[in-house]
């Protein structure tokens, strides 16, 4: 059991690390466009320089962003509503929580199914992004292997709870 949470803690520190370069990717491709607008704004339009596709570029590392989180903090991902389970068993609540990730496991193995799908519809009908004109492939291949992630870590994490019966309790821990 030791080994498979060594692999879903790294699976879970790669998946922060791809999630934090695409916020600063994010972040430094806003400032540099709403930067370059402010100049054109200045200038009256003599300096006309602009970052192309911005808009593709931020709205395509959101979704790295977010399925990386999703993959990176899948144990805690759970909204629980105190009233609800307070009086629950914590056997009950681990229970479900397993469940919870067994259900996770399918969604990402739909998402990595159906991404990769796409990645190959993106080959071979020759689909490319609306402004940098670049191929979909690579996205969609990144989005496939990030929902591969998240399929992996629920399906350790929900082996870890229904074996041992820990998990991630935020009611304990007060997040």
Same mark, same amino acid.
């Not at 300096?47 to 903090?73: D, H, N, P, Q, R």
């Not at 144990?75 to 509503?81: F, G, K, M, N, T």
């Not at 609800?84 to 919870?100: A, H, R």
């Given at each position: 059991m030791k080994f498979l949470l060594n692999i879903s803690s790294i699976i879970s520190k790669v998946c922060q +690390?791809?999630?934090?370069?695409?916020?600063?990717?994010?972040?430094? $491709?806003?400032?540099a466009d709403v930067s370059a607008r402010y100049v054109f704004k200045l200038t009256g339009g003599e300096m006309? +320089?602009? %970052?192309?596709?911005? %808009?593709?570029?931020?709205?395509?590392?959101?979704? +790295?962003?977010?399925l990386a989180a999703f993959a990176a903090y899948v144990e805690r991902s759970q909204i629980i509503v105190d009233i609800f389970t307070q009086k629950m068993p914590k056997v009950i609540k681990g229970y479900m929580m397993?469940?919870?990730? %067994?259900?996770?496991f399918f969604i990402g193995l739909v998402f990595t199914w159906g991404l990769y799908?796409?990645?190959?519809?993106?080959?071979?009908?020759?689909k490319v992004?609306?402004?940098?004109? /670049?191929?979909?492939?690579?996205?969609? /291949? %990144?989005? #496939?292997? /990030?929902?591969?992630? /998240?399929?992996?870590?629920?399906?350790?994490?929900?082996?870890?709870?229904?074996?041992?019966?820990?998990?991630?309790?935020?009611?304990? $821990?007060? #997040?």
């Amino acid at each position: 059991m030791k080994f498979l949470l060594n692999i879903s803690s790294i699976i879970s520190k790669v998946c922060q +690390f791809i999630g934090g370069i695409s916020l600063i990717i994010i972040v430094l $491709t806003t400032i540099a466009d709403v930067s370059a607008r402010y100049v054109f704004k200045l200038t009256g339009g003599e300096m006309g +320089f602009t %970052v192309k596709g911005s %808009v593709e570029i931020v709205s395509y590392f959101m979704l +790295f962003a977010l399925l990386a989180a999703f993959a990176a903090y899948v144990e805690r991902s759970q909204i629980i509503v105190d009233i609800f389970t307070q009086k629950m068993p914590k056997v009950i609540k681990g229970y479900m929580m397993g469940v919870f990730m %067994v259900g996770f496991f399918f969604i990402g193995l739909v998402f990595t199914w159906g991404l990769y799908e796409s990645a190959i519809d993106a080959i071979e009908f020759g689909k490319v992004t609306q402004d940098l004109r /670049l191929s979909m492939m690579p996205i969609y /291949l %990144v989005s #496939a292997i /990030l929902s591969l992630l /998240l399929a992996i870590r629920s399906l350790i994490e929900s082996i870890n709870i229904f074996t041992t019966g820990e998990f991630f309790d935020a009611e304990e $821990t007060g #997040a």
